[in-house]
């Protein structure tokens, strides 16, 4: 019989996030993990993250969703040697494709389709323990420069 994961266990690649601000450092700690063609976002699921069903909430997941996309296009601006600006979310699409339960290793895996000036075009999935639980996609605004 399998063991479940210790409840601070990080898949192996997965180095802390250093993108978010001070909501998604309540809701973290969030782990990226870059990759050639994607970046990866994600965290073991907490009691706190979930619904009264044991699984993460509609709104978490929504948020996940977000914070996951909207780091991809930070990654690849600064894969690209692209200066850092604020960027938010103009939109954000979330398929509801199944439940992730208490204690998985919840992750968005996203792709960024399109790194414009101004707009940028982002799409993944949402997996817990590698199960598809959701489909993401969002368009990001650039802003205003920041500091580093």
Not at 18 to 25: M, N, Q
Not at 29 to 42: C, M, N, T, Y
Not at 113 to 118: D, E
Request: hydrophobic share 40%.
């Amino acid at each position: 019989m399998a063991h479940p994961p210790h409840p601070d266990a990080v898949p192996e690649g997965f180095v802390p996030a250093t993108h978010g601000g001070p909501y998604a450092k309540e809701l973290g700690p969030f782990w990226s993990k870059p990759e050639e063609q994607h970046v990866s976002l994600g965290l073991r699921l907490q009691r706190r993250h979930c619904n009264s069903a044991g699984a993460a909430h509609g709104g978490f997941i929504a948020t996940l969703a977000d914070l996951g996309l909207i780091h991809a296009v930070a990654v690849m601006r600064e894969r690209d040697g692209r200066p850092r600006h604020f960027l938010t979310t103009v939109n954000l699409t979330v398929d509801y494709l199944a439940p992730a339960p208490e204690g998985c290793w919840l992750e968005v895996r996203a792709e960024v389709s399109r790194l414009g000036r101004n707009l940028s075009f982002t799409e993944g999935v949402m997996l817990a323990d590698g199960k598809r639980v959701a489909r993401v996609s969002a368009v990001m605004a650039v802003l205003g420069p920041r500091e580093r």
